[in-house]
């Protein structure tokens, strides 16, 4: 149990020994409340709502409350002092060896610290990336790459069961262009003099690859044949390439899909007339007209008779179409059938879509179907991602030879290397557009997050090297040094650096509960700085520093800290999909 949720327990009791005292009667069970670091570190070391949560279910004002609880807390041995702020807010500082004790579960635990049941096995799938396969990853794309596959790291850390899905649309418009722009570079490769790529086709030099394979794998098969015989063959071989390619994309950042689905499956399995009849069923469709949209001018306007699916009656805005007028389906049924197939076959109570800011509707749509599928059981979320904009030596930068339009995501990592690009997507709330300057992410300067916390991992590693000039290597391993007394660790700022430590699986929740991975990368950016700061205190004074020749005890004690920290930092990278170094260097992809 952590220190955070030891406090939680401490104050839980001793609300309910005020409660059996009749000192304190509660009108219902005791709410959540909050136990979290203080935002001034001269408010102590915890910082407690309870008084404030409970005020209206005790009928008294939060500082009596908090009133009765100080003696109560004042008698636990772990902690030193208490003290009321404000309305009632109850701040606790305690005893120091209480934080020291913390630096043996860390060493204990080693990657896993930090580790939680808060997810108590719940299904969750998450979909991301999700592009349509007409071209590589781009800049565009790896924003929500990072994002939703950092989310599944997080998620699972938190005690939920992840499953890491691709959904892409094989069956649209878009894919049709894509299977003529193949077929043009098909006849390419067989020697024709195709010209410049027409308008409405995808140029990138990446198709050129796909025209020849085509060529190499059927000959002149396809060749002066119409349109209707090789649409379908080409299009099936095009959209193979392409996932190949995008999964080949994908892994230079190491991430890896567990289920990859797409629409022509659900189109073929009958998964969206399926999805239709569930809300037929259910008396959730009708023939109606819809209203004009809201704050456009449309004087030829004129109301059609539509199939629509009865959205409002769980939240929204309208009721939906689900047929065009033409009868055929509308965008949103293979979405609606898409996520049916996840609750009614996978399993699935629980779903996050990872998404740019352009599908800023999705979530009020997607929710009706949801709730209607699984009588309101099921719960469905979606994170939106922003823009991101390339810069070198700040200079906006865009155009890449190989795709024909955005910087791709191989051209990304072979600048700054895959480190780098993960972590510097994390560096700004998901909500945020993000500055990606391929210049800066490579300085070697504290303003570089990459560089900061990757720095402070390696310094970390070249204290354990020369500590190996004074200790023997059994000495030194994290199981010998859980063993040591750290007594000797009372300075401010060691006792300092352990509470950002101890706070570690507290993030971990907090972010899980948000989905929020953002702040798994805001939490090393703080633990590097505060690290770095208590290094440079040695610069001034030897005495300060991690390895004291003359004092091995003082030593010792400070090596456990090292390794606590180097632990924690590689613990929470390893969240964010990154490699810690153990060793800085001048050529930046090894070392980012």
């Known amino acids: 149990m952590t220190i955070f949720k030891t406090i939680h327990t401490v104050v839980a009791t001793a609300i309910d020994e005020l409660q059996k005292s009749g000192a304190l009667a ?4 005791l709410p959540n409340f909050n136990v979290e670091p203080p935002r001034e570190a001269t408010h102590g070391d915890v910082a407690i709502n309870v008084a404030m949560v409970v005020t209206k279910l005790a009928g008294m004002p939060p500082r009596a409350i908090a009133e009765l609880l100080k003696p109560k807390l004042e008698t636990n041995p772990i902690i030193a002092k208490v003290d009321i702020a404000g309305p009632g807010f109850i701040n606790l500082t305690l005893k120091p060896e209480i934080w020291r004790e913390e630096l043996k579960e860390i060493l204990s635990n080693g990657l896993h610290y930090g580790d939680s049941a808060l997810g108590k096995r719940e299904k969750v799938n998450v979909e991301f990336v999700s592009a349509n396969p007409t071209g590589p990853m781009h800049a565009g794309h790896v924003r929500g790459a990072v994002l939703g596959d950092t989310l599944c790291s997080l998620l699972k850390k938190a005690g939920y069961d992840v499953t890491r ?10 894919v049709d262009v894509l299977a003529r722009t193949v077929h043009l570079r098909y006849r390419e490769a067989l020697g024709e003099a195709v010209g410049d790529i027409p308008e409405g086709l995808y140029p990138g030099e990446y198709l050129k690859d796909v025209g020849t394979a085509l060529a190499q794998r059927d000959g002149k098969k396809w060749q002066g044949k119409p349109e209707t015989e090789w649409l379908n063959p080409v299009r099936e071989f095009a959209v193979a390439a392409m996932m190949k ?3 080949d994309d994908l892994d230079l950042i190491d991430i890896h899909h567990d ?7 659900l189109i073929e399995n009958g998964m969206i007339e399926k999805a239709f009849k569930i809300l037929q069923d259910k008396d959730l469709i009708y023939v109606g007209t819809l209203p004009p949209p809201k704050g456009k001018e449309m004087k030829d306007w004129e109301p059609v008779p539509l199939t629509l699916f009865r959205s409002s009656k769980f939240g929204d805005s309208t009721d939906r179409p689900l047929k065009k007028r033409d009868g055929n389906w509308t965008y949103l049924m293979p ?12 399993g699935f ?26 009588d309101g059981k099921a719960r469905i979320d979606v994170i939106f991602n922003n823009i991101v904009k390339l810069f070198k030596n700040g200079e906006p930068i865009k155009i890449s030879k190989r795709s024909g339009n955005l910087i791709t995501l191989r051209e990304m990592v072979e600048q700054v290397g895959a480190g780098a690009v993960r972590f510097y997507m994390l560096t700004r709330t998901p909500e945020s557009e993000l500055d990606f300057d391929f210049a800066k992410v490579v300085e070697q300067t504290r303003d570089n997050p990459v560089f900061y916390v990757q720095y402070a991992h390696a310094r970390c590693c070249s204290i354990m090297r020369h500590a190996a000039e004074l200790f023997i290597p ?16 009372n300075s401010p700022e060691e006792l300092g650096l352990i509470k950002v430590l101890a706070n570690w699986p507290r993030v971990v929740e907090a972010a899980a509960l948000a989905r929020e991975p953002h702040r798994i ?12 700061a208590v290094w440079h205190k040695g610069n001034d004074n030897a005495s300060l520093r991690f390895i004291v020749p003359d004092a091995k005890d003082l030593t010792r004690a400070r090596l456990v800290l090292i390794k606590a920290v180097q632990t924690v930092i590689a613990g929470g990278l390893a969240v964010m999909g990154c490699k810690p170094v153990e060793e800085m260097r001048n050529d930046r992809p090894e070392a980012a």
Do not use: C, K
């Open 26 to 29: 509660l009108s219902g069970p």
């Open 165 to 174: 899905e691709y959904y892409f649309n094989d069956a649209g418009v878009q």
């Open 245 to 247: 390619m995008i999964r």
């Open 259 to 265: 289920v990859f689905t797409n629409e022509r499956e």
């Open 335 to 346: 979405d609606i059938a898409y996520h049916y197939d996840m609750i009614a076959n996978r």
């Open 349 to 374: 109570n629980y779903m996050i879509n990872v998404l740019g800011t352009d599908h800023g509707g999705y979530l009020d749509r997607m929710r009706p179907p949801v709730a209607a599928f699984s």
């Open 474 to 489: 059994a000495e030194l391993t994290s199981d010998a040094l859980a063993q040591i007394d750290t007594g000797a660790l």
């Open 521 to 532: 990368a805001f939490y090393l950016m703080e633990l590097a700085a505060v690290f770095h």
